[in-house]
């Protein structure tokens, strides 16, 4: 008993030690930085004179920023296309596990599977690639992508539409894009859900008569209910995460209207029209409200769903 003492102690020893690599890299890239971040947020910062010689700016900062004609826009579409995004990354998801375990051929269930999730180890960076090519409204050069040929090809529409340069479609086209690339993975989460329901409550139903549909109604979404309860919850968290590397990839100055967020434009204030100080507020109202919703939906976790973090 006292070797399998020491031996479980030497094991946590090992896998504490596994964590400190990431533990270091997430100190030294997210927890460091937020003090001098913060500090930035409240002065006129100058990168030649540094954090402790910036003069000190008070609010006047924010309200710059408040003043600013893009920062209100940007706020509208990070709420329209996140939220967009939450909602439809749960229907879908759920919607496609649903049919999916009604399937009986395993294999086939399998090779679907895979086919769905593998958009989701691809970059935003390989797949913006990926979807310039296929929606492109071609050119005097070049034929109109494989999506706008086939609409064409049916009689759906006329004239290429550009779906990455028109304000009309750019905001659709992120959110479905984002739903294609991550529901294969929200599916699997759902479809995990699913084997925890009691089978005998399906074979009861079945000796009562009741067809698949009115099973999935009465049985499949009360049972994963809680679950739907819990992801939708945690979702809260990310409105204001419409997505930085899927847009910044895709979007241009054609669609900055429809487009631009509110990560694209502390990437335009800090880094391109080097307005440090701004960028640090947006930044900072940002991840304030982002710390308040996520603690919110934890709340919320805890009382309705029954689950907890700390």
Known sequence: MKYASSKGRGDRIFFHAMLFIPVSILLVYLIL????????????????????????????????LFRSPDVWPAVRNTLIIAVSKVAGNLAIPITFALLLNEIGAKPFKRMVQTVTYLPFFLSWVILAGILIRFLSPGSAGSPPGILNTVLMSVGAIREPIYFLGSNDSFRQTMIVSDIWKNF???????????????????????????????????????????????????????????????????????????????????????????????????SLLRSSVSCVLVLTGYRLADKYAGYKVW
């Not at 929200?186 to 995990?192: D, E, P, Q, V």
């Not at 009360?222 to 990310?238: E, N, R, S, V």
């Open 33 to 64: 930085p937020i003090p001098a971040g913060v500090l930035m947020a409240f002065q006129d910062f100058q990168p030649a004179t540094g954090f402790f010689g910036s003069k000190f700016a008070g609010l006047r900062n924010f309200e710059r």
């Open 184 to 282: 294969g993975y929200n599916t699997i989460i759902y479809l995990a859900a699913l084997t925890s329901l009691d089978p005998t409550l399906y074979e009861a139903a079945q000796v009562d008569g009741a067809g698949r549909l009115r099973q999935a109604l009465h049985i499949t979404l009360p049972g994963i209910a809680p679950f739907i309860a819990l992801m939708t919850i945690l979702a809260i968290g990310k409105i204001l995460n419409a997505g930085f590397d899927q847009i910044f990839n895709l979007y241009s100055p054609a669609v900055y209207e429809t487009g631009d967020v509110i990560d694209t434009m502390v990437y335009r204030l800090g880094l391109v029209n080097r307005q440090y100080s701004l960028s640090a507020v947006a």
